[in-house]
C-alpha cells in the first residue's frame, strides 16, 4: 500500500465540502459562509451563488446549470440565468438535514441525508432520486447516514459512503436509473464521507481519522493519503490530468466555532490514477 502526505492549497474557510472538477476548475461549497465557490485560472475565489440553507451537494444538468444541495430546509436548487429556483423538495424522503449527492449523464440526482442529528440516536435514513425534470421518488432505503456518492465511468455502479455504518455500499444501476443488487462494496475503519471514483475503478474515500483512503471493490486499501492536522470530509480527482486529489480538511466544532474560526482548509496531493465517472 502507498503513503501519501497531502499539502494545504487553500485556507480560510468555514467548512469546505462537496469538492467537484468541472469545466477545468474546482468548484466547492462552503457550508457556513452559505456559497459556493469556483477556483478560477489565476487561483482567485470567484462566488458562483449563495445559498441561504447551507450548500453541500454539487453537480450539474445536461444543459448546464447548476444542482446545489441545500441542506437545512431539504430542498435541491438549480441555477438559472434569473437566479436560484427550487428544483425539488425532498424534505417528504429525508427526515433530517440533506447532504452530498451525485449527478448522473441523464441528470438524475442522488441525495442523502443525515438521518437524525449528528450526536442523536441514529435512524435509518433514505437516498432520494430527483430526475431532471424535478421529479422525486426513493432511490435506496435502510441506510445509516448515505453521505458521498459516486457512480462508475460506465454508469453502470453507484457506491454510498454510509457514514454512521462505517462502510461503502454498492448498487447496480440501471438504464432507467434505478437501483438493484445492494452489496458492501469495502467496510472502512473510520467515518466515510464525501467519495470520488477512479478509472481503475477504485473509489478515493475521506475517512475522519483515518484519513483518505483509495479502496478496491471488497475492501482492499490500496493507498492512503495522510492530511495536516484537520479530518478529511471529501475528495475529489481534478486537475489538467485528472491526478490531483483535492481533499477539503476541517476542524471538528460546532458551526459557531468553524464560522469564527475559518479553518477549514483544502488539501491536495498527487496520485497515480486519474480520476473518471461521477461526480465530474
Known sequence: ?????????????????????????????????????????????????????????????????????????????????????????????????????????????????????????????????????????????DLDFPNGCAITADGRTLVVAETVGGRLTAFDLDASGALHNRRVWAEIEGTPDGICMDAEGAVWVAAGSGGVLRVADGGEVLDRVEVTENTPVACMLGGPDRKTLYIPTTIIAGPEELARERKSKIETVEVDVPGAGWPA
Open 1 to 141: 500500500m502507498n503513503s501519501r502526505k497531502a499539502q494545504v492549497w487553500k485556507s480560510g474557510f468555514t467548512f469546505a465540502e462537496s469538492p467537484r472538477w468541472h469545466d477545468d476548475a474546482l468548484w466547492f461549497s462552503d457550508f457556513h459562509d452559505f456559497r459556493v465557490y469556483r477556483v478560477a485560472g489565476d487561483g482567485s475565489l470567484e462566488v458562483v451563488v449563495e445559498v441561504p440553507g447551507e450548500p453541500s451537494g454539487l453537480g450539474w444538468l445536461p444543459d448546464g446549470r447548476l444542482l446545489v444541495v441545500s441542506m437545512i430546509d431539504r430542498k435541491l436548487m438549480r441555477l438559472d440565468p434569473d437566479g436560484l429556483k427550487e428544483h425539488a423538495d425532498l424534505s417528504g424522503i429525508a427526515t433530517y438535514h440533506c447532504n452530498d449527492m451525485v449527478v448522473d449523464g441523464e441528470g438524475r440526482a442522488y441525495v442523502g441525508n443525515f438521518g437524525a442529528a449528528w450526536g442523536d440516536t441514529p435512524k435509518p435514513a433514505k437516498l432520494a432520486r430527483v430526475d431532471a425534470d424535478g421529479s422525486v421518488s426513493v432511490a435506496a432505503d
